[in-house]
């Protein structure tokens, strides 16, 4: 096993097919890297809605209490 | 026993605390995969004598692929499975399954078709394969935009479920025709799959389909966590799952 | 073979169901047998789930909790019996505008696979709802309430035992409900069932009763204990 | 088909005329509307020499495909109204509720759905190959290709139609999820057109057309009418 290419603006260039395979690569690394995010953001975004509800319940608790204590 | 078994798999929150120790470990053995082989084909493949260092790009564009079309078929089976048995995990896994598949799938055209401006002169050839992706990201657009469409959830269920299963008929017969009319259209001048591949490339491409399908179980068990967290949010161990943690 | 069906017994009944539309409970803990000559009126204010109990009980959905039978089966292995004896009257009159009230009732008895004297069954039963004379004009030349009529003209048509009726009585005249009233009497007394939801008092011997407000999720319930 | 079942159970058969009667009925009330995608199909034609080119040659070229193609649309833009009316007005849940399987209430109803459009839509196709300078040896198989290919795309289609006859803005969707599926039917029905007018024998392409014609017979029912039962069921 031996790197392929004598200097690294060569292994860049890979003899005129850089462009492509450079292009390919980084097109993969863009969709696994939306793949990856996208259900962790879904999850932040339950995970502040859930917040939110939760707050809105105390709230209403809260002023539940209140009114019975007057 | 088996049916006990069945269905606790049906049971979301079973799943759902049952697959959380996989999680890391789906992740990281399958991005390493990924990477060591990406890293191989890029510096240390030797050079292909016909298309040069073009065919560097087969090691991502034949494994998306394989996986894009294994996608829908693990789609059209989990809305299956969600019809007949009216499993709700079923369901939810059909409906990830989608939007992952067409972004592999969309990954797969894109590669094939920067792969054959070197190779053929142009970007984009009417050649049985790339058509056939081609089709395929249409059949996964059309259960996305079909299960966006309906407000309620069970008839979105129900509704992309048959359309998968009725995709799954027609895939092999769309393909079959595709490559009979390519045959018909396009002596055999153009041709890209090199008859024997050396063992030395072969085994990096085995392992790098190895890989995605790794990849594409833990993202289609991660949004399924997603969507079991989004659809059970009223009870209380999604409660408990989600504060614990914020 | 209608002789054959009129001595076989009819048996439903509703077994723990609970239902639920848009993620909301709208009752649940339901029991009910219903049998041969029973006039069972759901009663409930809007949105209390009588269409959707309604529709549960046609089989057009399915309730979230609990089984439907018929005969002692569950309604999905025996739907072919079951929906042999089925007449339902929907929200929708299933009554299509282009054609007329005579060419609508021919399509419904062409679905039971009855043509014995049709268009003499068919002249009667239109004659029996008001609407002798506009066999031939086409449906969309009649007011609300003649459309209706046309759906109910079925009543008089069908062989069916088992009525399910959604509101039947709206866009009715006095004269008409009484005459329909009549109608579900002699059904009962034959060995039919009706089932029916519909605000108005009824005036029947055999009419059973039962009021979804009684059948509210308990709190806990509507909490998540799904 | 019909008859078979007709022996085992009289009610089928009648269930099946009934349905297929009262269609057809409607279909000819509303002839205005029969017209609309014979229009569409003329017009399209029509448009192919303004955009492309008028010469004869190039026309003869695109016949086979244009034509396939735009039968493929015509076809697709009747759709939409296959069961809309009958969701609306109540009839559809009724045609469920029968005892007999939907399987052959939908077959009368797609049948009516193929008398109505793939039918005269086959049946003007040669006199738009005139329009399109189609070679004489393309108009035989081109009548042969349509009237098997339409059966296909008016059963396909109908899966379609069904998932989304409960949305509101369902025409558009509707096109999306049904011309995929529409990709083997058009790549033979036009391959045996042109096979025909380069000389070669096109009964291949015939028989393949025959056998999905077979298969969404078999098939396609099954998947409408559960998309049906979804439809209603709300």
């Given at each position: 096993?031996?790197?392929?290419?004598?200097?690294?603006?060569?292994?860049?260039?890979?003899?005129?097919?850089?462009?492509?395979?450079?292009?390919?690569?980084?097109?993969?690394?863009?969709?696994?890297?939306?793949?990856?995010?996208?259900?962790?953001?879904?999850?932040?975004?339950?995970?502040?809605q859930l917040?939110?509800q939760e707050?809105i319940a105390e709230q209403q608790l809260a002023m539940q209490n209140?009114n019975s204590?007057? | 026993?088996?049916?006990?078994?069945?269905?606790?798999?049906?049971s979301p929150k079973?799943?759902?605390?049952?697959?959380?120790?996989?999680?890391?470990?789906?992740?990281?053995?399958?991005?390493?995969?990924?990477?060591?082989?990406?890293?191989?084909?890029?510096?240390?493949?030797?050079?292909?004598?016909?298309?040069?260092?073009?065919?560097?790009?087969?090691?991502?564009?034949?494994?998306?692929?394989?996986?894009?079309?294994?996608?829908?078929?693990?789609?059209?089976?989990?809305?299956?499975?969600?019809?007949?048995?009216k499993?709700k995990?079923?369901?939810?896994?059909?409906?990830?399954?989608?939007?992952?598949?067409?972004?592999?799938?969309?990954?797969?055209?894109?590669?094939?078709?920067?792969?054959?401006?070197?190779?053929?002169?142009?970007?984009?050839?009417?050649?049985?394969?790339?058509?056939?992706?081609?089709?395929?990201?249409?059949?996964?657009?059309?259960?996305?935009?079909?299960?966006?469409?309906?407000s309620d959830q069970e008839m979105?269920d129900?509704?992309?479920?048959?359309?998968?299963?009725?995709?799954?008929?027609?895939?092999?017969?769309?393909?079959?025709?595709?490559?009979?009319?390519?045959?018909?259209?396009?002596?055999?001048?153009?041709?890209?799959?090199?008859?024997?591949?050396?063992?030395?490339?072969?085994?990096?491409?085995?392992?790098?389909?190895?890989?995605?399908?790794?990849?594409?179980?833990?993202?289609?068990?991660?949004?399924?966590?997603?969507?079991?967290?989004q659809r059970e949010i009223k009870t209380k161990w999604v409660k408990q799952?989600?504060?614990?943690?914020? | 073979?209608?002789?054959?069906?009129?001595?076989?017994?009819?048996a439903i009944s509703l077994d723990n169901i609970a239902c639920q539309r848009d993620e909301r409970q709208l009752f649940s803990g339901l029991s009910i047998e219903i049998n041969?000559?029973d006039v069972l009126q759901l009663l409930g204010p809007n949105g209390a789930g009588k269409t959707t109990l309604l529709r549960c009980l046609v089989s057009l959905s399915q309730p979230a909790v609990g089984e439907i039978r018929f005969?002692?089966?569950a309604l999905h292995?025996?739907?072919?019996?079951y929906?042999?004896?089925l007449?339902y009257l929907g929200h929708l009159?299933?009554?299509?505008?282009?054609?007329?009230?005579?060419?609508?009732?021919?399509?419904?008895?062409?679905?039971?696979?009855?043509?014995?004297?049709?268009?003499?069954?068919?002249?009667?039963?239109?004659?029996?709802?008001?609407?002798?004379?506009?066999?031939?004009?086409?449906?969309?030349?009649?007011?609300?309430?003649?459309?209706?009529?046309?759906?109910?003209?079925?009543?008089?048509?069908?062989?069916?035992?088992i009525w399910v009726l959604d509101e039947p009585l709206t866009?009715?005249?006095?004269?008409?409900?009484?005459?329909?009233?009549?109608?579900f009497?002699?059904?009962?007394?034959?060995?039919?069932i009706v089932i029916l939801s519909t605000h108005q008092d009824l005036k029947l011997?055999t009419l059973k009763q039962v009021d979804l407000q009684d059948y509210l999720p308990t709190p806990d319930m509507l909490m998540g204990g799904l | 088909?019909?008859?078979?079942?007709?022996?085992?159970?009289?009610?089928?058969?009648?269930?099946?005329?009934?349905?297929?009667?009262?269609?057809?009925?409607?279909?000819?009330?509303?002839?205005?509307?029969?017209?609309?995608?014979?229009?569409?199909?003329?017009?399209?034609?029509?448009?192919?020499?303004?955009?492309?080119?008028?010469?004869?040659?190039?026309?003869?070229?695109?016949?086979?495909?244009?034509?396939?193609?735009?039968?493929?649309?015509?076809?697709?833009?009747?759709?939409?109204?296959?069961?809309?009316?009958?969701?609306?007005?109540?009839?559809?849940e009724?045609?469920?509720?029968?005892?007999?399987?939907?399987?052959?209430?939908?077959?009368?109803?797609?049948?009516?759905?193929?008398?109505?459009?793939?039918?005269?839509?086959?049946?003007?196709?040669?006199?738009?190959?005139?329009?399109?300078?189609?070679?004489?040896?393309?108009?035989?198989?081109?009548?042969?290709?349509?009237?098997?290919?339409?059966?296909?795309?008016?059963?396909?289609?109908?899966?379609?139609?069904?998932?989304?006859?409960?949305?509101?803005?369902?025409?558009?969707?509707?096109?999306?999820?049904?011309?995929?599926?529409?990709?083997?039917?058009?790549?033979?029905?036009?391959?045996?057109?042109?096979?025909?007018?380069?000389?070669?024998?096109?009964?291949?392409?015939?028989?393949?057309?025959?056998?999905?014609?077979?298969?969404?017979?078999?098939?396609?029912?099954?998947?409408?009418?559960?998309?049906?039962?979804?439809?209603v069921n709300n």
């Open positions: 096993m031996q790197f392929r290419f004598d200097s690294f603006a060569e292994f860049l260039s890979m003899a005129g097919h850089g462009p492509y395979v450079w292009a390919c690569y980084f097109a993969a690394v863009l969709a696994l890297g939306y793949i990856i995010l996208a259900p962790i953001s879904r999850r932040k975004s339950i995970q502040t917040l939110r707050k209140n204590n007057a | 026993m088996a049916w006990q078994w069945f269905h606790r798999l049906g079973w799943f759902y605390e049952k697959t959380t120790a996989w999680m890391p470990w789906l992740l990281s053995i399958s991005l390493l995969i990924i990477i060591s082989v990406s890293i191989w084909a890029l510096g240390f493949a030797p050079m292909d004598a016909k298309q040069g260092n073009s065919y560097r790009i087969m090691y991502l564009h034949v494994p998306t692929s394989i996986v894009a079309m294994a996608a829908y078929y693990v789609m059209a089976i989990a809305g299956g499975i969600g019809i007949i048995w499993m995990l079923s369901n939810m896994v059909m409906k990830v399954a989608a939007p992952i598949g067409a972004v592999l799938t969309a990954l797969a055209l894109f590669t094939g078709a920067v792969w054959g401006k070197p190779t053929w002169g142009t970007y984009w050839v009417w050649d049985a394969r790339i058509t056939s992706v081609l089709i395929l990201l249409f059949l996964y657009l059309g259960v996305i935009a079909l299960q966006e469409a309906f979105a129900k509704a992309s479920a048959i359309l998968s299963l009725v995709g799954t008929v027609n895939i092999p017969i769309i393909y079959k025709s595709v490559d009979w009319w390519f045959t018909l259209h396009q002596p055999a001048s153009i041709k890209m799959t090199s008859s024997s591949i050396a063992s030395e490339m072969l085994y990096p491409l085995l392992a790098m389909i190895i890989g995605f399908y790794l990849f594409f179980t833990w993202a289609l068990l991660s949004a399924t966590r997603s969507e079991i967290l799952a989600l504060l614990q943690k914020a | 073979m209608a002789n054959s069906k009129d001595q076989q017994a009819l041969a000559g005969n002692g089966q292995q025996n739907l072919y019996a929906r042999s004896q007449l009159a299933g009554i299509k505008s282009t054609l007329s009230p005579a060419e609508n009732l021919r399509w419904y008895a062409g679905l039971e696979g009855d043509d014995v004297n049709l268009e003499e069954r068919i002249e009667t039963a239109l004659k029996e709802v008001g609407l002798y004379g506009y066999e031939d004009q086409s449906c969309f030349n009649l007011s609300a309430g003649q459309q209706r009529r046309v759906a109910l003209a079925r009543l008089y048509l069908s062989k069916a035992r866009a009715i005249d006095k004269a008409g409900i009484a005459k329909l009233e009549r109608r009497a002699e059904h009962s007394a034959s060995g039919g011997d | 088909m019909s008859s078979s079942l007709h022996s085992s159970n009289p009610t089928v058969g009648k269930a099946f005329w009934a349905t297929l009667k009262r269609d057809l009925k409607i279909a000819i009330r509303h002839r205005g509307e029969l017209a609309n995608p014979l229009i569409f199909f003329l017009l399209v034609i029509t448009m192919v020499p303004l955009g492309v080119s008028p010469s004869p040659k190039t026309l003869a070229m695109l016949a086979p495909g244009m034509l396939w193609v735009v039968a493929l649309l015509a076809t697709l833009l009747s759709l939409d109204a296959l069961f809309r009316s009958d969701f609306d007005d109540g009839t559809l009724q045609l469920l509720l029968s005892p007999q399987s939907s399987y052959i209430n939908v077959m009368a109803k797609v049948f009516v759905h193929w008398l109505t459009t793939g039918v005269p839509l086959t049946l003007v196709a040669p006199l738009l190959g005139v329009m399109m300078s189609l070679p004489e040896a393309g108009y035989i198989p081109l009548l042969l290709s349509l009237l098997l290919g339409t059966g296909s795309l008016s059963l396909i289609g109908a899966i379609g139609a069904a998932l989304t006859v409960s949305l509101r803005k369902g025409g558009l969707l509707l096109s999306l999820i049904v011309m995929p599926l529409y990709v083997p039917v058009l790549i033979f029905g036009a391959s045996g057109v042109r096979a025909a007018i380069e000389g070669f024998a096109y009964n291949t392409q015939l028989a393949v057309l025959g056998s999905f014609l077979a298969l969404a017979i078999i098939a396609a029912p099954l998947a409408i009418a559960g998309a049906l039962k979804m439809s």
